[in-house]
């Protein structure tokens, strides 16, 4: 029996200072799907990415991954299980290959190309140095080696701003994939076309709380959004 979310957040409050970025936030983020989380800048769309990876942890609220209460989780087990790729890419080693390989020590090299290809990189890449990476670049490679991991979940946020249209494509076309192949991904974009192709289920964030959640195409999205 499949389950009925991944992770479910009940009454999720986060603030930041004074600030209150999440404001009793209620969503449901289902198995094998692509949830597209939207809204315009400063409405808490990569905080909410961040609890779910335990970078920040709500004030109030409860958040549960596979029934459980997500604290109770050890922390490096739950961030080999979902995988976050910022929208500012971190770099750890100084070659993509490395990067790639990081958590994974005995990837092949065919394994390595492969991913490479998935990201829209071209095999040869895998030799290149990572400083001087662009920042597009730097991002795929990051990807890449979140999926290397082989996660449950993969955690997105803005994954093809800085890219062209053939390796945005390339992109939508691995989300695609992973959830055709029973992953869960949440993505975070501004990009409503890109969330009308590729999500299954869309949150609309506004000033921190939950606006609307629908199928693409039956909620409004904020105009920023777009």
Request: contains cysteine; hydrophobic residues 40%.
């Amino acid at each position: 029996m499949q389950r009925e979310s991944v992770f479910a957040l009940r009454g999720v409050t986060l603030r930041h200072g004074p600030v209150v970025v999440l404001d009793e936030v209620y969503a449901r983020i289902p198995p094998a799907a692509c949830t597209a989380v939207v809204g315009r800048s400063g409405a808490g769309k990569s905080r909410l990415l961040r609890l779910l990876v335990r970078l920040d942890d709500p004030g109030t609220g409860e958040i549960t991954f596979c029934g459980s209460p997500l604290a109770a989780y050890d922390v490096l087990d739950l961030r080999r299980r979902v995988q976050l790729v910022a929208q500012q890419p971190v770099i750890l080693t100084d070659s993509v290959a490395e990067e790639i390989s990081f958590g994974c020590p005995d990837l092949t090299r065919a394994r390595l190309s492969g991913l490479l290809e998935r990201v829209g990189l071209a095999p040869s890449f895998r030799d290149r140095a990572t400083p001087g990476l662009s920042g597009g670049e730097a991002q795929r490679v990051c990807l890449a080696r979140a999926l290397a991991l082989e996660p449950e979940v993969l955690l997105l946020d803005e994954p093809t701003a800085s890219l062209d249209a053939a390796s945005a494509d390339a992109i939508e076309h691995t989300v695609r994939d992973l959830v055709e192949s029973g992953g869960t991904v949440v993505l975070v974009s501004h990009n409503t076309a890109q969330v009308e192709r590729v999500a299954d289920q869309v949150i609309v964030l506004e000033h921190g709380r939950v606006l609307a959640t629908g199928r693409p195409g039956d909620v409004e999205y904020p105009q920023a959004a777009s």
